[in-house]
């Protein structure tokens, strides 16, 4: 087999430079909560493939159902001839969903894709153009994600012209907005919407409950019910953008039931499959069954190898019961980062629900990030067998998103690794 080494020498010249990986070390095997390489290198994952492989990698019921599907059809495509999966997984997803109301879902490939099809979907029902989006929001590379998130170098640089009618308001950061609380932050937030807007042409208001590329920032508590609560009286419609927060991460199913928040619409993906492409939006009957026939779709939105996938996937998710393992992952890695936190002024704050943590890394005694330190502290875990990510507007944001299957031996090796990469 290739060297990892000779591996990444083809790939310079075959593959687009623009495509950037964390680590030059090429996979040959996942499981559980590790990653070999071809040279027979491991690394304790705490990335999750980015919250993806929140059932673990080639879980046994996702490698049976993929297996039994591929053997019976790979694609028929189900605005062609439709199948049983793509149903079932939109069943579950309305049921699994918070909010009690009538539900529906149309499946897509990427998270990008969901949350274009929301957007799509928001200014159909409404008749509105405008969307209003977040600071350090992230919501994919497509021409109108990008214009949704808001982070310039990597995602949009020389990228544009962007996609038009997206506004975008202040976040509740409380490191960052000197502790604002929630309601006070969402006061702001909306009195921009109402003055430079203006209510009446907002399609869609699009929030990742808790932010992901853009820091882990968690709002302060209040802010998303508030935000939920002016969107009702304002006729606009709230859209939770749980594509990586989604299918337990945080500890529930979906983030925003933390606060009881009922959004109107959700747009899922990564953890949603195992691995396996797939994305939903789901949502109030009334708004998802506005849109005319044929006018939602694509070839292959809902491919039933993703769908077998998807069911294989929440079925563990339901026996494991990941949420819980998701809080009690929380709960000891929440204690070993306080640790770290106390011992080291670079660490401003810890923070995160659930098995989405993360570190933010400032100059001693100030609030300046730090991405240099960032950089540094992620490179020694990679040296020393821990896979983590880095992410935030400034750069300066260690997260952590191991699979919730797991075990405490490698986790508790993954954060004794971490300490040491603090040093
Ligand atoms: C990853 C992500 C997306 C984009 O999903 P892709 O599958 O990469 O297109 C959108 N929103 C959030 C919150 C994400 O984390």
């Given at each position: 087999?290739?060297?990892?080494?000779?591996?990444?020498?083809?790939?310079?010249?075959?593959?687009?430079?623009?495509?950037?990986?964390?680590?030059?070390?090429?996979?040959?095997?996942?499981g559980g909560g590790t990653i070999t390489d071809v040279d027979g290198r491991e690394w304790i994952d705490f990335a999750a493939g980015i919250a993806v492989t929140n059932v673990g990698n080639s879980?046994?019921?996702?490698?049976?159902?993929?297996?039994?599907?591929?053997?019976?059809?790979?694609?028929?495509?189900?605005?062609?001839?439709?199948?049983e999966s793509y149903v079932a997984v939109c069943e579950q997803l309305n049921a699994l969903t918070p909010g009690g109301f009538e539900k529906r879902s149309a499946l897509f490939n990427s998270g990008?894709?969901?949350?274009?099809?929301?957007?799509?979907?928001?200014?159909?029902?409404?008749?509105?153009?405008?969307?209003?989006?977040?600071?350090?929001?992230?919501?994919?590379?497509?021409?109108?994600?990008?214009?949704?998130?808001?982070?310039?170098?990597?995602?949009?640089?020389?990228?544009?012209?962007?996609?038009?009618?997206?506004?975008?308001?202040?976040?509740?950061?409380?490191?960052?907005?000197?502790?604002?609380?929630?309601?006070?932050?969402?006061?702001?937030?909306?009195?921009?919407?109402?003055?430079?807007?203006?209510?009446?042409?907002?399609?869609?208001?699009?929030?990742?409950?808790?932010?992901?590329?853009?820091?882990?920032?968690?709002?302060?508590?209040?802010?998303?019910?508030?935000?939920?609560?002016?969107?009702?009286?304002?006729?606009?419609?709230?859209?939770?953008?749980?594509?990586?927060?989604?299918?337990?991460?945080?500890?529930?199913?979906?983030?925003?039931?933390?606060?009881?928040?009922?959004?109107?619409?959700?747009?899922?993906?990564?953890?949603?499959?195992?691995?396996?492409?797939?994305?939903?939006?789901?949502?109030?009957?009334?708004?998802?069954?506005?849109?005319?026939?044929?006018?939602?779709?694509?070839?292959?939105?809902?491919?039933?190898?993703?769908?077998?996938?998807?069911?294989?996937?929440?079925?563990?998710?339901?026996?494991?019961?990941?949420?819980?393992?998701?809080?009690?992952?929380?709960?000891?890695?929440?204690?070993?980062?306080?640790?770290?936190?106390?011992?080291?002024?670079?660490?401003?704050?810890?923070?995160?629900?659930?098995?989405?943590?993360?570190?933010?890394?400032?100059?001693?005694?100030?609030?300046?990030?730090?991405?240099?330190?960032?950089?540094?502290?992620?490179?020694?875990?990679?040296?020393?067998?821990?896979?983590?990510?880095?992410?935030?507007?400034?750069?300066?944001?260690?997260?952590?998103?191991?699979?919730?299957?797991?075990?405490?031996d490698e986790l508790g090796r993954g954060l004794d690794i971490l300490a040491a990469a603090f040093g």
């Amino acid at each position: 087999m290739a060297t990892s080494e000779e591996l990444h020498k083809r790939r310079v010249e075959a593959v687009a430079r623009g495509v950037g990986s964390t680590i030059p070390a090429y996979v040959d095997r996942a499981g559980g909560g590790t990653i070999t390489d071809v040279d027979g290198r491991e690394w304790i994952d705490f990335a999750a493939g980015i919250a993806v492989t929140n059932v673990g990698n080639s879980a046994p019921r996702v490698v049976e159902a993929v297996r039994a599907q591929v053997e019976r059809f790979t694609h028929t495509c189900f605005m062609v001839a439709p199948y049983e999966s793509y149903v079932a997984v939109c069943e579950q997803l309305n049921a699994l969903t918070p909010g009690g109301f009538e539900k529906r879902s149309a499946l897509f490939n990427s998270g990008a894709e969901a949350v274009e099809n929301a957007v799509k979907i928001a200014r159909h029902a409404t008749g509105r153009p405008a969307v209003v989006v977040f600071d350090h929001a992230y919501h994919g590379r497509t021409n109108l994600t990008m214009a949704l998130t808001a982070k310039n170098m990597p995602y949009k640089h020389r990228f544009g012209p962007f996609a038009g009618e997206v506004y975008r308001v202040p976040m509740s950061y409380p490191l960052r907005d000197g502790g604002l609380d929630g309601a006070t932050a969402a006061a702001r937030s909306i009195e921009m919407i109402e003055k430079q807007v203006g209510a009446e042409n907002v399609a869609a208001l699009l929030i990742e409950p808790i932010q992901g590329e853009g820091g882990f920032v968690v709002p302060a508590q209040g802010f998303l019910p508030a935000l939920r609560e002016w969107a009702t009286a304002a006729g606009v419609v709230f859209v939770a953008d749980e594509i990586q927060t989604g299918f337990c991460r945080t500890g529930d199913w979906f983030a925003c039931e933390h606060e009881g928040v009922e959004p109107d619409l959700i747009t899922l993906a990564k953890g949603i499959a195992g691995g396996l492409p797939l994305a939903a939006v789901t949502g109030r009957a009334d708004l998802m069954d506005a849109v005319h026939v044929g006018g939602l779709g694509g070839t292959y939105g809902g491919n039933p190898i993703a769908c077998a996938a998807a069911l294989a996937s929440m079925e563990t998710m339901r026996e494991l019961d990941l949420a819980a393992a998701a809080r009690r992952i929380g709960a000891v890695m929440v204690e070993r980062l306080r640790v770290i936190a106390a011992g080291d002024p670079r660490v401003a704050e810890v923070r995160g629900r659930g098995a989405m943590l993360a570190m933010e890394i400032v100059v001693p005694g100030t609030l300046t990030p730090d991405p240099a330190a960032t950089a540094a502290i992620s490179a020694a875990c990679h040296a020393a067998g821990l896979l983590t990510l880095t992410c935030g507007t400034y750069g300066n944001v260690l997260r952590f998103l191991p699979p919730l299957v797991i075990s405490d031996d490698e986790l508790g090796r993954g954060l004794d690794i971490l300490a040491a990469a603090f040093g």
